[in-house]
């Protein structure tokens, strides 16, 4: 019996319980001056977690501890002796065996593997009816006891309730957890990486060819992880050239919205902007690819310009740009809202054009919120993914032709953890301390942009 | 302000003779032509915003014309129709054996690709089998799965044709193949019209026969997966920190946390799920399970960050009422403020899933962009998502991958758009202003 049908019955169990608990609360008649405590769907509440909580518990810890069991009994088994040490062989073996049984592994590599099928398959079984028998033994329990606490005085709701705030507490947690997840495994893997590579190297070092080689004689194959083409690339897609794209036309979008535009105007721009802003990254890339890259590259080529490349900066940044022009246009609307409607009046009572109003008070008082916000797209644009692996090329090049090929950090990211992977070669840890570098620098910007949005907000309130 | 010049006039005689020579200025020449290009540069500037505005709208409308007219030609295959007598290598296999238990073990001894092989020669000629698609034998697979009696009789199936003759049938100018094409409609054999191979096939390295329903497949077990654990705990986390948390140093670590994960690039959730998931806890690589997880701690901050703008929404007036009437502090959240805030947690979920539905680079990170032919049938088995699917299509050197790769872009924009719909119903529907 698998565990997802013991919790299945576990669950089942908790709903009866449910039941008979909250009718035996309504059956309760308490003297005259007494009355239940609790209303009775709180003490079948309260049936129901001391049925399933303890249960679930043990199913959950259960899962983990019983294939060490089954290993052990695995290894005690006379075919077994066979096996080598303890070791990486020994688990690739074990998990050959626990592949044959579950239909996986086709054929085995390993003979012994083959003779203790059997054995693994009752040793499963085995503690599976065990840890069945426990959960089921343990729902009982559970409920047997919360039935002798069902009296009228029983404070069932406030017990019900401590629960309810312990699982709020817990979901609220796990925020936490995965950001000390994310910090942990970037930590712990970079410095793996910079054990085999000095960080000076990887921040300041010019030259980037992540191959390591496949023979110790062959040449030009050493690897090195110098990053600053893979920053530089990074800044002149998603800062410079994206940023050009992106706010101007984000401003105006904004301006004209928020200043200009009829109601019924807005309201038909307004969604589009949303879907502009909702379109995957994976679409814009294909379009980049696909588009606007052999359209730049056609016309860098009619023109003339040396270097041009069909993987060109110029195509992936304008496409990045125009992903986030919707970003940058409610940034700015946000911030022209924000201005006191009583300096706008101001301006135009001494006779300023709407333009000119815009022009002299409006975008100088916002500036602050539009600056925040544009130090939000950039670490937005930096840390995009998708149209710079398809669009932008993987040549590390410090380059200042917007025509040419450059690279950029995420982009390298996928391509050091795709194809075939060793956890432990330089090739992929490199990929983590990129991760690390990428947070950091994305966390750093958001901090910035956050305080200086806070500031202006203040500066007005 | 000349009008206000002339108004002040009679009431202060001693300044007047300045102010009207002041309006003298104003209507001058020079001032007037001041004005004029003071206008002129205020309809410039709302000429520039209504351009941006214009051109932002316009990107929109090319992306999704260009994926549309270029997508449009991957719902259609050309397909022709051909004589195949599967009694000729039925083998004693029965129909009843097709249709029974070991239907598929009966299925792998008929040697159905040299059938279409011998079929194409027989009707078209010894180049015959280049009109076909590689995968032709798959049709005649799924039409004796459909009907097992078929395995005795001769009959005409249409099958897919090649990847030739199917670009050639859009329009493509090749004239070698347009003669072939040719040849093929005089003896009424071909056509080309909406085809479901599309719609219920998975990958394949042949672009006649892939299809999406693989990937689909697994971006609904993976979106199930996120749904599952993104909402309750987003929901629960937005109500603790809303309507519990002591203001401390606990609920600002928690408070920071959620900010800072909702602006860590997409690609570190995918670091973070190949470090923690699958290389420390040995989950299965490429698997609909790690994929849901990892989407879902990537779509959790914003189901908090909106549950939690819901929640603050619903007035105190509300909790003091419930208070007063005894209710406790649980009880006032999940009898009257929950309830009251669920179309903006709603909302701001449907949103997250959306965004979660449109990733792609965490699911490369953590291998989901294996080569999958067959679709998922569980949690556990390996799996690929849609967008990576399209991914992984634009990376094929084949023309025909091109249309389908654009096919499989609009109906990941038409689920996502359904999606967006649904959020912007719900939200001008039952969201309530206090």
Not at chain 2, 26 to 49: C, D, H, K, L, P
Not at chain 2, 275 to 303: K, W, Y
Request: proline share 5%.
């Amino acid at each position: 019996m698998s565990t997802p049908i013991i919790a299945l019955i576990v669950l089942a169990l908790g709903a009866i319980s449910f039941l008979v608990g909250r009718t035996r609360a309504s059956a309760l008649q308490p003297a005259m001056g007494q009355r239940l405590h609790s209303r009775p769907n709180y003490h079948g509440a309260h049936m129901f977690l001391w049925v399933v909580i303890p249960a679930m518990i043990f199913l959950v810890a259960w899962s983990f501890v019983a294939p060490q069991f089954v290993n052990r009994t695995v290894l005690e088994a006379p075919a077994a002796r066979q096996l080598p040490p303890p070791g990486i062989d020994r688990d690739a073996v074990l998990r050959e065996i626990s592949g044959l049984a579950d239909g996986s592994v086709e054929a085995s590599f390993n003979p012994a593997a083959e003779q203790l099928v059997p054995v693994y398959k009752t040793a499963v079984q085995h503690y599976a009816v065990i840890g069945c028998i426990i959960a089921l033994l343990l729902a009982i329990a559970g409920a047997g006891f919360a039935v002798t606490r069902l009296k009228w005085q029983f404070r069932a709701r406030n017990r019900v309730e401590q629960v309810v705030m312990v699982g709020l507490i817990g979901a609220s947690l796990i925020a936490i957890f995965t950001t000390f997840g994310i910090v942990v495994s970037l930590l712990f893997e970079s410095l793996l990486f910079f054990k085999k590579v000095s960080p000076f190297e990887f921040l300041f070092g010019l030259e980037w060819s992540p191959q390591t080689a496949l023979r110790a004689d062959q040449v030009g194959s050493s690897g090195a992880f110098g990053a600053v083409p893979l920053f530089w690339g990074t800044i002149f897609i998603g800062a410079i050239i994206a940023m050009i794209v992106a706010v101007p036309l984000g401003l105006m979008c904004a301006i004209y919205l928020t200043q200009y535009a009829k109601p019924r105007l807005r309201a038909w721009i307004k969604p589009a902007l949303e879907m502009l802003a909702g379109v995957p990254t994976v679409v814009y890339g294909y379009f980049a690819a696909l588009t606007v890259a052999p359209a730049i590259r056609n016309f860098a080529a009619s023109v003339g310009i040396p270097g041009a490349s069909s993987e060109s900066a110029l195509a992936a940044g304008v496409v990045m740009g125009v992903m986030i022009i919707p970003f940058v246009s409610s940034m700015a609307d946000d911030s022209l809202a924000a201005v006191p409607q009583s300096m706008r009046d101001g301006s135009l009572a001494l006779g300023a054009t709407p333009s000119e109003t815009i022009r002299r008070v409006l975008v100088p008082a916002a500036l602050p919120g539009v600056v925040g916000g544009v130090l939000l797209a950039v670490s937005r644009a930096i840390g995009e993914t998708m149209i710079v692996v398809m669009a932008a090329g993987l040549a590390a090049n410090l380059t200042l032709n917007p025509f040419a090929s450059v690279t950029t950090v995420t982009t390298q990211i996928v391509q050091l953890l795709t194809g075939d992977q060793e956890f432990d070669s330089a090739k992929t840890l490199a990929a983590f301390a990129l991760g690390l570098t990428l947070l950091i620098v994305t966390l750093i910007l958001n901090i910035i942009a956050l305080r200086v949005v806070k500031k202006y907000r203040e500066a007005y309130e | 302000m000349s009008d206000i010049a002339l108004e002040g006039g009679p009431n202060m005689p001693a300044g007047s003779k300045e102010r009207t020579a002041a309006a003298a200025v104003w209507t001058s020449e020079t001032m007037r032509r001041r004005v004029a290009s003071r206008y002129a540069a205020e309809r410039r500037f709302r000429g520039i915003g209504l351009f941006a505005v214009l051109l932002s709208g316009g990107f929109l409308a090319f992306l999704l014309i260009t994926m549309a007219y270029k997508g449009l030609g991957g719902f259609t295959q050309t397909e022709i129709r051909l004589p195949v007598d599967f009694a000729s290598i039925s083998a004693g296999v029965t129909p009843e054996a097709l249709s029974g238990a070991k239907g598929d073990e009966a299925m792998a001894t008929l040697d159905l690709e040299t059938l279409v092989n011998d079929a194409a020669k027989a009707q078209f000629g010894e180049e015959g089998q280049s009109l076909l698609s590689e995968g032709a034998w798959l049709s005649l697979r799924s039409a004796l799965q459909a009907d097992p009696s078929l395995i005795n009789q001769k009959t005409e199936l249409w099958v897919p044709a090649s990847e030739d003759i199917d670009r050639a049938a859009k329009g493509d100018s090749d004239p070698a193949i347009q003669r072939q094409l040719a040849a093929l409609k005089a003896q009424d054999r071909v056509k080309t019209g909406f085809s479901t191979i599309f719609l219920s096939s998975s990958d394949s390295t042949d672009p006649t026969v892939v299809g999406i329903w693989g990937a689909f497949k697994g971006t609904l077990l993976t979106m199930l997966i996120t749904a599952i654990l993104a909402f309750p705990v987003g929901m629960l986390a937005a109500v603790y920190l809303e309507e519990y948390a002591p203001r401390n140093r606990w609920t600002d670590l928690i408070e920071v946390s959620i900010n800072n994960l909702a602006a860590v690039p997409s690609i570190i959730f995918g670091l973070l799920g190949l470090a923690v998931f699958l290389n420390f806890f040995n989950m299965p690589r490429s698997a609909p399970i790690v994929g849901g997880l990892t989407l879902a701690l990537m779509t959790m901050p914003v189901i908090v960050i909106a549950g939690r703008n819901a929640i603050k929404a619903v007035p105190p007036s509300i909790r003091d009422a419930a208070l007063a009437m005894g209710a406790s502090r649980v009880q006032v959240v999940f009898h009257h403020v929950l309830p009251l805030a669920m179309p903006g947690i709603l909302t701001g979920a449907i949103i997250g899933m959306a965004r979660a539905l449109g990733e792609t680079a965490p699911l490369i990170m953590i291998g989901m962009r294996a080569f999958i032919s067959s679709p998922p049938s569980g949690f556990t088995e390996p799996a690929t998502v849609l967008p990576v699917q399209i991914f992984l299509w634009s990376d094929e050197v084949s023309q025909g991958f091109v249309e389908k790769t654009s096919a499989a872009i609009v109906v990941l924009l038409l689920f996502l758009m359904t999606m967006n719909a649904t959020a912007i119903y719900f939200r001008n529907r039952f969201e309530r202003r206090w």
